[in-house]
């Protein structure tokens, strides 16, 4: 497989401009002779399908959700990147171009990155004009704070539910062209095949989740934006519903899978108990702002936090980051939270737990403070936990949280299927292989605003596509295999419910391609899920009718894929034989146990390509080129 | 004119309706409160109040047919609502429960309107259009209020409107969106208190005939 | 507090797709945990119920952390169940006791017509928004961001209007199923920022209209939406709205 960046020449600041001057353009009249699938109504593919149907495309819009509103999206709390500068500490569009290439680890294309950081302040612009109600500071102006790593206070937030109020701005953007008829809203629908028509993109094969129904959509051009893979871990943040299917159909049509062991685990989710539990939940890393993460300093010290003295704390990031302390980037915090569970400092239950301390900083600013910076957050974690933070230290640990990998997709975001696009989290973009804070929200509403409406123009405007509709025998294969897909399923009728052989998939998983990997483990993980993904298709039990409402056959297909996509991730953990970012192979590792790169072998992007059934897949490379940063080893002492 | 009928039969406008009307019939019983209060002043005081009152001429006849047109939409709007309120729910709860909302004046808000509309209909019929040329009023509202099922009846009725008034006062405002952090907390105390006024000022009067 | 395992029994609405009646069925959930969330019990219960051969019973969830709004059922007579500012699947055994009778009834309303058994149809939220939920602005042509200075308060109020999950449960307390309170929310939160004030008078009507056509009741203050509902969305917003209404109806040059 050829793998064609497609980024433009000339000077990094100058590529984006020069490239949307060169892209073709899409006459106004001729757009309504468009239509463009757009899937998923997160942040990226619900700013998409609204921006698309305001320059005059014609869009079908679908999601899993019964509204659009619900998209995952919603659950970031944090806030949203931008480099305004306003609060004056220096801040730039370089800068924040370099912290999140260097935040990644020195594993995303410099293109991309930077033009993500260019995008950044647009976004924020549109959305205060879309009515997003961003923190402001008593004079009326926006506030900002820090937040994940950063040194520079960039970060605009919504109390702790950003992400929410930003996709119910995207949100009202998408009704408002659904009421005008731009938009057709397919709400309740699982995306199940991608059709492919003289080798492009031409559609989707859905099932109704209400009804059960096998449907065909047609298009000039389909957009994925359907999220992380993160559920392949069973135990995550992501909601119940995120699932692979949709890019797991497009790569085994010929879009490439790039990066799926690029995996990132929050350093601050409330922790695990019990294992009917389906969910795990973060608690914002805004948090680290003002808490303090430690462990007793002695092994199994089992006293009540408040029974520990100082002098018998480890506050361990503060001491072994003293610049950055708390507020080292994910990968690090929740490596060091491992660290010191392995060596048996955990606290909890369970021992794998830390400590994050908000007693300083109520006494320092007063309770009624914290709880206006903090206070939904708190009250989550008191509902939860049974336990109240504002007088005991929070228990956290760390969880799988997002992922970096995803659809390889060109500077345009077509992915190595003619015809189809990947946006937002779906793809692999733009965090390398590690992701900052408050980077997310960017990156979805960066590709679907100001990104792929003028690339897809730029596709569009220079083909000459027949005209395809859903009677073509393509759809009518791609129905027929997926009809008799679920129908084995179905009849399968054996003794394990799909709950619990996903949780068996997700205990692989993050035993052995979780926050640490090895060689050994992970060719153990690779035949495990052989053998579950054996297991499966014998003996699962899905009841019900495939034509009905039916939760249990939704999840049963989900982990048909999941099943499928462990062992791709399990394989390119294996083969990326060093330490970058969210990815640790402890075979790589610094004297300090810090991640280490092997830039001479592995700074580039595996791209993995289908290569039929039974067969295993191809590994394909895109080198990665540095022209204006240096890569050197991530130190956040 | 279209305009003009789809804002005024959107719910909102509805409830604008009765909240305009509600407010009326506040200022209403107000009036009529104060006038009753001659009761205490004897048989000659409350007779000469009735004798004033009455010399008012056509402006007595202006109010009154003002009242029955507030009274008429006052009604009708209730009809229309609560007909559709059910009909919003077809399929009832097997077990539903208080959140701390409702209080007993706001979930009986339809019923005890019913009442009243029946008090007002005896109380107009006993004494309004009841034979005045051999009696006086005062006379005549005594010994109507003398028999004990008519004084129950009407003490009764009193602490049903007060019941109506306690929900309906403060929800006139809230329904014209007259609501602020300063005022509301004024106007919902100012709601109870007026609603207590009513109940035992109107409620008292019929006792305090049997006793004089 | 500690953990515990309880067991209920469980009175449960089912109502199968297409149908326009249900019933109330008995389930018993055993050895549940109370530190386990009331969706991971129907999770637990759902499992056991597949084994013998019995359909789950379908319901909506997503995020599991109370920010989604897919959640929602009426628990012993409670939208989201008896805790205050919660949704369902923050909403935790622990607030049961061992033995308890559960009954466990989809939303109610006309306009949320049951889709199965606890699932509900809330497509007429969409619609409402639809109408003019939003603020017009292309993607390209937004001033600079602090063009707009938003007071602090001002700021604060929108963005606890802004709070609503469009979860319904305001819908499913209400006595006469209003959608109110809902309605209100997006109401509020758009005319109290400078930029939403442009459609304000166009946004009320429409929206307001919207709400009626579809089949909601009417609000008689009652106020038991802004204590059913997760984010403690207060009915201030309610009187906003009638304001904004009445302004827009007969001050306004709108339509």
Same mark, same amino acid.
């Given at each position: ?149 950063? #040194? ?83 135990? %995550? ?45 973060? &608690? ?117 949280? !997002? ?185 790589? #590792? ?48 | ?91 009832? !709860? ?17 019923? %005890? ?100 | ?13 089912? #109502? ?61 007579? !409670? ?10 699947? #923050? ?119 919207? &709400? ?44």
């Amino acid at each position: 497989m050829q793998l064609n960046s497609n980024v433009p020449s000339g000077p990094l600041k100058d590529k984006w401009d020069k490239h949307k001057f060169e892209l073709k353009r899409v006459n106004p009249a001729n757009k309504r002779k468009f239509e463009v699938i757009v899937v998923g109504t997160g942040l990226a593919g619900g700013s998409a399908a609204a921006t698309l149907a305001d320059l005059g495309y014609k869009v079908k819009n679908f999601c899993i959700q019964d509204s659009p509103r619900r998209a995952h999206s919603i659950a970031a709390q944090g806030g949203i990147n931008a480099a305004k500068n306003y609060p004056g500490d220096g801040d730039s569009i370089f800068n924040l171009f370099y912290d999140t290439i260097k935040g990644g680890d020195y594993r995303a294309r410099e293109a991309n990155v930077y033009r993500l950081a260019q995008n950044a302040n647009n976004i924020i612009d549109h959305c205060v004009a879309t009515g997003v109600p961003f923190a402001r500071e008593y004079g009326g102006l926006h506030a900002n704070r820090s937040f994940g790593g950063a #040194q520079v206070s960039r970060t605009f937030y919504a109390r702790g539910q950003t992400g929410q109020q930003l996709l119910l701005g995207v949100y009202g953007q998408l009704c408002r062209q659904i009421g005008l008829g731009g938009v057709e809203m397919f709400p309740r629908r699982d995306i199940l095949d991608i059709v492919i028509v003289d080798g492009c993109a031409r559609g989707v094969v859905c099932r109704n989740l209400v009804t059960g129904e096998i449907e065909s959509h047609s298009a000039h051009a389909v957009v994925l934006a359907t999220g992380g893979y993160d559920n392949v871990y069973f135990l %995550t943040t992501s909601g119940m519903h995120s699932n692979v299917s949709a890019c797991w159909a497009a790569y085994k049509k010929g879009a490439a899978f790039a990066n799926p062991c690029y995996t990132q685990i929050h350093p601050t989710c409330i922790t695990v108990h019990g294992d009917y539990q389906s969910k795990l939940t973060l &608690m914002s890393e805004s948090l680290r702002n003002d808490g303090r993460i430690w462990v007793p300093k002695n092994k199994g010290d089992k006293r009540s936090p408040d029974q520990i003295p100082e002098s018998e704390r480890d506050y361990y990031l503060e001491r072994k980051y003293p610049s950055f302390g708390n507020l080292v980037p994910r990968d690090v915090a929740s490596r060091n939270a491992k660290l010191a569970c392995d060596e048996g400092r955990g606290v909890g239950n369970t021992g794998l737990a830390v400590y994050l301390d908000f007693s300083e900083a109520i006494e320092r600013d007063g309770e009624d403070v914290i709880r206006a910076k903090y206070g939904n957050l708190f009250q989550m974690y008191h509902k939860i936990q049974d336990e109240d933070p504002y007088k005991v230290p929070m228990k956290i640990y760390p969880a799988i949280h !997002y992922v970096m990998g995803g659809t390889w997709v060109d500077y345009n975001l077509m992915t190595s299927r003619e015809g189809l696009f990947c946006l937002g989290g779906a793809n692999f973009s733009d965090h390398g292989a590690n992701r900052l804070g408050a980077s997310a929200l960017m990156q979805g509403l960066s590709d679907g605003y100001f990104v792929l409406p003028y690339t897809i123009g730029g596709y569009l405007a220079t083909q000459s596509l027949t005209n395809v509709n859903t009677s073509h025998q393509a759809f009518k294969d791609a129905e027929k295999q997926l009809t008799e897909k679920l129908d084995k399923l179905m009849n399968i009728n054996g003794k394990r419910t799909v709950d619990d052989m996903h949780k068996e998939l997700g205990l692989i998983m993050w035993d052995y391609c979780g926050m640490a990997r090895n060689d050994a483990g992970l060719k153990t993980a690779i035949q495990k899920i052989q053998a579950l993904r054996a297991e499966f298709w014998e003996n699962v039990s899905v009841s019900g009718s495939r034509k009905d409402f039916n939760q249990t056959l939704e999840k049963g297909y989900r982990l048909a894929d999941y099943l499928e996509f462990g062992e791709l991730l399990a394989r390119d953990a294996l083969m990326r034989e060093e330490s970058c970012g969210g990815h640790f192979r402890e075979e790589s #590792q610094t004297e300090e146990n810090e991640a280490k790169r092997d830039d001479e072998k592995f700074c580039h992007v595996a791209a993995w390509e289908y290569a039929g059934e039974g067969k295993d897949p191809i590994r394909n490379t895109e080198p990665l080129v540095f022209e204006n940063v240096k890569l050197t080893q991530r130190s956040y002492k | 004119m279209n305009w003009l009928v789809r804002t005024f039969s959107c719910s909102v406008a509805k409830k604008q309706f009765m909240a305009v009307t509600g407010l009326a019939f506040c200022c209403f019983l107000t009036t009529h409160l104060i006038g009753n209060l001659f009761v205490y002043g004897g048989k000659d005081a409350f007779n000469a109040y009735v004798e004033h009152l009455h010399a008012l001429g056509i402006l007595i006849h202006v109010a009154e047919a003002g009242l029955i047109i507030f009274a008429l939409i006052h009604i009708g709007m209730a009809i229309i609502l609560y007909f559709q309120n059910l009909a919003a729910r077809p399929v009832r !709860y097997k077990k539903k429960s208080n959140a701390g909302g409702r209080t007993l004046a706001s979930a009986t808000m339809p019923y %005890t309107g019913l009442f009243i509309l029946v008090f007002i209909v005896v109380h107009l019929v006993g004494l309004k259009f009841a034979d005045h040329s051999t009696t006086t009023t005062f006379d005549l509202t005594a010994s109507v209020l003398s028999q004990p099922a008519t004084l129950v009846f009407y003490i009764v009725a009193m602490v049903v409107v007060a019941f109506h008034v306690n929900h309906g006062f403060w929800s006139a405002f809230q329904s014209f969106g007259a609501s602020h952090p300063k005022y509301t907390p004024i106007v919902r105390g100012f709601g109870i208190l007026f609603s207590v006024v009513i109940g035992v000022g109107f409620g008292f009067i019929p006792i305090a005939l049997n006793m004089i | 507090m500690e953990e515990k395992f309880i067991n209920l029994t469980l009175k449960v609405w089912r #109502q199968k797709r297409g149908e326009k009646k249900g019933k109330i069925e008995t389930y018993q959930a055993k050895h549940i945990s109370t530190d386990a969330s009331f969706l991971e019990m129907l999770d637990i219960v759902n499992d056991d119920l597949t084994i013998a051969g019995i359909e789950p019973i379908a319901f909506d969830h997503d995020c599991r952390e109370g920010i989604c709004g897919m959640c929602g059922q009426v628990v012993n007579g !409670y939208a989201h169940g008896e805790e205050k500012g919660t949704t369902l699947c #923050q909403f935790h055994m622990r607030r049961f006791k061992d033995g308890d009778t559960i009954f466990i009834e989809p939303f109610r309303a006309k306009a949320f017509k049951v889709v199965k058994d606890l699932v509900v149809d809330r497509s007429a939220f969409d619609k409402i928004i639809q109408a003019g939920g939003y603020i017009t602005a292309k993607a390209g042509g937004a001033p600079e961001a602090n063009i707009f200075p938003v007071t602090y308060e001002t700021g604060e109020l929108a963005m606890n209007a802004a709070e609503c999950i469009g979860c319904g449960a305001c819908v499913a307390a209400c006595p006469n199923a209003s959608a109110m309170l809902f309605v209100s929310a997006k109401i509020s939160h758009l005319a109290l920022l400078p930029q939403g004030r442009p459609e304000a008078a166009k946004r009320a009507l429409a929206m307001v209209r919207t &709400m009626d056509a579809c089949g909601f009741g009417n609000c008689s203050n009652e106020r038991e939406c802004e204590n059913s509902c997760p984010k403690n969305i207060s009915i201030t917003n309610i009187a906003r709205l009638n304001r904004e209404f009445l302004a827009a109806g007969v001050l306004s040059t709108a339509m």
